[in-house]
């Protein structure tokens, strides 16, 4: 069995970790400020637990690298904007849900607008 690069080293990695020891795959939860030459990832599948990290000689080799698994569509899966519009058409009804959250919003634009120290969440309705 192949053994799994994690890029992150929070608590979902360390789950995975701990889930693929009675399996008797080696997962390696691997920090963002880690070197390079100190990640086993050449023979690796790589994938992430975050969605965005910073430049570094690592996430540079790890991005390109062909056994990142995520690598053509974790792009895509870090903006919210696009995993919003691509759900959207999947659900039946959709019109009509979405125009009913929008008369919320109105309603709710209406009953907050004027108040001193009111504000409204952009995302509350969604």
Not at 6 to 32: D, K, W
Not at 33 to 50: C, G, H, K, L, R
Request: proline residues 8%.
């Amino acid at each position: 069995m192949k053994p799994v690069c994690v890029l992150g080293n929070g608590q979902l990695g360390r789950m995975l970790r701990q889930a693929g020891e009675p399996l008797g795959i080696a997962v390696y939860p691997i920090g963002i400020d880690a070197e390079p030459e100190a990640v086993p990832y050449q023979n690796s599948v790589i994938t992430a637990e975050i969605e965005r990290w910073p430049e570094t000689a690592l996430t540079r080799e790890l991005a390109t690298h062909s056994a990142f698994v995520n690598r053509d569509i974790f792009p895509r899966l870090a903006d919210r904007l696009t995993q919003k519009t691509a759900a959207r058409p999947a659900r039946p009804g959709n019109r009509a849900v979405a125009a009913a959250g929008e008369r919320r919003r109105m309603a709710a634009g209406v009953r907050f607008a004027g108040r001193a120290g009111d504000r409204q969440t952009p995302g509350r309705w969604l």
